[in-house]
Structure formats: C-alpha cells, structure tokens
C-alpha cells in the first residue's frame, strides 16, 4: 500500500482522475484526511461489503473489545469479523453488541459477547449511520425502526465511549444541506406539549410526528406510539427543507425541556468509509488538537 501526504493541488489532481464526481465535492480542512482506495485491491463485488470488509481489516486488532453497530453494513462488518475470528486471523476479540440484532448477528458469527456498562473500556466501534454532514462529520443515527430492545441512548454511549469510531456508508449519505427526520426522545408523560415546542422551535422548516409502535399513524402516532425500553416516546422531526448545521439542530433540542435525547452525534475523532461506484473513499475527522500542523489531507491509494 502507498501513502502520499499531499498538497492540494496533487490532491485535485488525483481527485479529477479518480474520482470526478468527488473531486469538488469534498471538502478538506486542516483536521480532515482523506484516503481513495481503489475496487482493485478488495475482493467483494458490492462496494458496501467491500467497505464493511475493509473497516474490520483496518481497524479491529487481535484482543480489542469491539462495538457492533446495527445496519445493513454493519452486520456484513459482524459477520466478517466473526469469520476472521474463526480463519485465526484475528484473536481475542469481544463484541459489545448495540442492538438485539446485532448481538443475534454476532452470536451466529461465533464472536463472544459482553454488554456495555458505564464505563465500559471500548477500543474500537463501528456502526450505520443514516447520514453524515458533509465537512462536520456529524451522523444521524435511529431513523429505521428500531427492533427489540434497540436504544438510541444506549447506542450513542457505546460509540461515545469507543477509543476509535467508524461509520460505513454509502456515498448518497455523506452530503450537505441534509434533509429527512431527526429522532428525538421525549419523556412520554408531557409528549404533546415537548412536541408543540419543537414544532414552534423549527416552524416552517420541519415537521413533529410522534413514531409508531407498529405500521403507519397519524402525526400523534396513532393508538400504539413507540415507547423505548427508558420509557421515552420517540418524535421524528421531519426536515422538509436542508438543515444549514446539524450541530445547532442538536443544540436547539438540548434546550427543550422533556427532550431525552437524539439520533444526531457528533464524536471526533471519528473515520467514515464510504462505498462509492469508483472504491472506497476514506475520510478522517482527527480531533481538533491532534496534529496541529499536519497538511490538509493523505490520499492512500492501493497497488493493483
Ligand atoms: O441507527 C442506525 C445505526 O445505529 C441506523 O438508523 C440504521 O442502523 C441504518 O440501517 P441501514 O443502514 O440498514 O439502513
């Protein structure tokens, strides 16, 4: 594998013949690097496989304690992992499920399990996200149904407490100007009334319905409304027009008395990889104070 760290114009260069439609797209700053893997080098026919594959070759070592996101990428990551696990090449490795089908996916997998406590030493974590702001690298978590026991709180602790953190998407979710739905946790008692608020906090732009327990409902949820395993009521707060930061989205809802909680996290330093039609495109949010004076970005690219 080469590594070049680049200057910005080797970067564009690279990017136009690469990757066209990303080369002016991403946008690079000081704490962001960015790596563009080749289809080449990785030996699964879908690209998000390849890049469920590539997260658990890269990231997950021999005796680490590993969070296991739910998702569609996610479960291929699980039972990759479980299979390296069982070839040898990895050893050691314990899961820290964040949902009941992860755990059922990694329990099929054979890889041996614990559950999160607080304070729980987590050394790497991958997950899904619904989508992940462009430049910000903040995610969206919990916009599917949730299964079973799934817990958005508890999802949101585990990868906060990760030493490393990976999202695997694919490239439609990572943009800018996002729109969609926001879940938010609400306690269930005065529901109506944190709803009202919210609907008042983002008038015009978004819309406040309550989820479902089951099937379709109205905007109040209709008479089986989603109750979590904390007791909350889940709120889907539906952008209809793009959201300029998801960062003041998150900062207005910790204001509302009776929120509990969202699907927004933003936890650096934090990697996504992301399958697009031309590879992998690997990009790194690196915590504000790391590397001060590192160049704007590293390409890596793969030898065929
Ligand atoms: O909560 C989530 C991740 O923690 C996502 O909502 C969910 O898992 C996405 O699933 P998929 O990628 O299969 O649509």
């Given at each position: 594998m080469a590594s070049v760290a680049s200057s910005s114009s080797f970067f564009s260069a690279l990017t136009r013949s690469h990757i066209p439609q990303w080369g002016n797209r991403i946008k690079t700053t000081k704490s962001n690097f960015l790596r563009i893997l080749t289809r080449?080098?990785?030996?699964?026919?879908?690209s998000l496989s390849q890049a469920a594959q590539y997260t658990v070759n890269t990231y997950v070592k021999s005796g680490m304690v590993v969070g296991l996101g739910s998702g569609q990428a996610a479960g291929i990551a699980i039972r990759h992992l479980g299979q390296q696990l069982r070839t040898g090449a990895l050893k050691d490795v314990v899961g820290i499920p964040m949902s009941v089908t992860s755990a059922s996916e990694a329990a099929k997998a054979g890889i041996p399990l614990d559950s999160y406590q607080e304070g729980s030493q987590i050394d790497f974590a991958f997950d899904d996200a619904d989508v992940i702001e462009e430049g910000s690298f903040i995610a969206v978590i919990g916009r599917r149904k949730l299964h079973g026991e799934e817990s958005i709180l508890e999802k949101k602790s585990i990868l906060n407490a990760a030493s490393k953190l990976v999202f695997i998407i694919e490239?439609?979710?990572?943009?800018?100007g996002l729109e969609g739905s926001i879940p938010v946790l609400v306690q269930s008692l005065n529901w109506l009334e944190t709803a009202e608020e919210i609907d008042d906090m983002f008038l015009g732009d978004a819309e406040v319905w309550r989820r479902p327990s089951i099937g379709q409902a109205g905007p109040l949820g209709g008479d089986f409304p989603l109750v979590t395993k904390e007791g909350h009521n889940l709120l889907d707060v539906i952008f209809t027009s793009p959201i300029e930061s998801l960062a003041k989205v998150a900062e207005n809802l910790d204001t509302?008395?009776?929120?509990?909680?969202?699907?927004i996290i933003s936890k650096f330093p934090c990697t996504v990889v992301i399958a697009s039609q031309n590879g992998l495109i690997v990009v790194d949010k690196l915590a504000?104070?790391?590397?001060?004076?590192?160049?704007?970005y590293k390409m890596e690219k793969c030898k065929e």
């Open positions: 080449s080098c990785l030996d699964d026919s879908s490239e439609n979710q990572y943009k800018g509302v008395k009776g929120v509990s909680g969202h699907g504000e104070k790391e590397e001060p004076n590192s160049p704007s």
